[in-house]
């Protein structure tokens, strides 16, 4: 985080059934890898994962809540979350969920298939759009207690050579200009809400000589 916090924060996963994010990602694979290596990019497969950073002294119901009522869509997507360290940031292992969506939907399909992971968030002080929405409507359905979000993105790969993770995530994961990325598990940047409160001054213009 940008700030030590004592908060907990909670790391949410939500995976989609839809294929056309992954599909258009790997169809650009062919054109930012040299002939000679094209054949490393052959059957691979792609998870990609949306990924919610959650700060706050949060109860499982509220987790839930905003799972269901504000980021998952429960046709198409569905959603695991476990709870982080507030000062490292580290998995806790007593709240491991039992099935991480994404790891293991592609790691049980091929077991013998290397996987690589790429996670991508925003640098820190860019303007967090969704995390934003995402706060300001937790707070109309009083969840109060959520203090702040980040978002990111986790690319689960298998069957891609490791050693092209990193040309990869930059040509076709990553706008350099906002965003940053690492191999596994990315750390959040939190941009809390000013607790300033302002009052502007009204000034009446027609009672002005």
Known sequence: MSEQSAL???RLEETSSLPMRAQGILAQL????DPENRDKIKDVELQVIDVYF????????????LA????????????????????DHNLLPQSRPELTLGRD???????GKEVGVVEVA???GVTDNTASELLRAAHRLGITALSAVATGQRYVFQGLAPGILHQVARALLV?????????????PEFIHPSMV?????????????
Do not use: K
Not at 175 to 187: D, F, S, V, W
Not at 197 to 209: A, G, K, Q, R, T
């Open 122 to 124: 925003l640098w820190p």
């Open 197 to 209: 409160s302002f009052n502007p001054e009204v000034i009446h213009l027609l009672d002005l000589d």
């Open 8 to 10: 907990p924060v909670f």
């Open 175 to 187: 706008n350099h200009t906002i965003q940053r990325y690492a191999l596994g598990e990315i750390q």
């Open 105 to 111: 939907m592609l790691m049980g399909r091929n077991p």
């Open 68 to 87: 269901e009522s504000l980021i998952c869509d429960p046709v198409t997507e569905c959603y695991s979350w476990r709870t982080l360290s507030p000062l």
């Open 30 to 33: 062919p054109t930012i890898i």
């Open 54 to 65: 959650l700060e706050g002294q949060l109860t499982s119901e509220n987790i839930t809540t």
